[in-house]
Nanobody
Framework: QVLLVESGGGLVQAGGSLRLSCSAS????????MGWFRQAPGKEREFVAA????????SYAESVKGRFTASRDYAKNTVYLQMNSLRPEDTAVYYC???????????????WGQGTQVTVSS
């Protein structure tokens, strides 16, 4: 069992920044790749970014490349999503999740956090 707990969401003006955190626990969480997804009202959940625990290898959706950065603190069992130059279209509930498989396919993820709201005002 893997438990994921997100924090760090909030309200920010366009152009601002937020950092999301996802604390992981459980015996096997480091065997998974960690992903970030988001879901806006009326839209499907979409892939945002992913990072591996051991090597810190990252991947990003095209819509966030150059603005968002995924990172991890191995000692703290925490992954982060630094979001800069935020836009109103980034408004969504953001989730962290753990997958043993394809990082961009939400169906491969075995564990999900509860989500944290990010709202970007124009």
């Amino acid at each position: 069992q893997v438990l994921l707990v997100e924090s760090g969401g909030g309200l920010v003006q366009a152009g601002g920044s937020l950092r999301l955190s996802c604390s992981a626990s459980g015996r096997t969480f480091r065997t998974y790749t960690m992903g970030w997804f988001r879901q806006a009202p009326g839209k499907e959940r979409e892939f945002v970014a992913a990072i591996t625990w051991i090597f810190g290898a990252t991947s990003y959706a095209e819509s966030v490349k150059g603005r968002f950065t995924a990172s991890r603190d191995y000692a703290k069992n925490t992954v982060y999503l630094q979001m800069n130059s935020l836009r109103p279209e980034d408004t969504a509930v953001y989730y962290c999740a753990a997958t043993p498989g394809d990082v961009e396919d939400s169906k491969t993820y075995a564990y999900w956090g509860q989500g944290t709201q990010v709202t970007v005002s124009s």
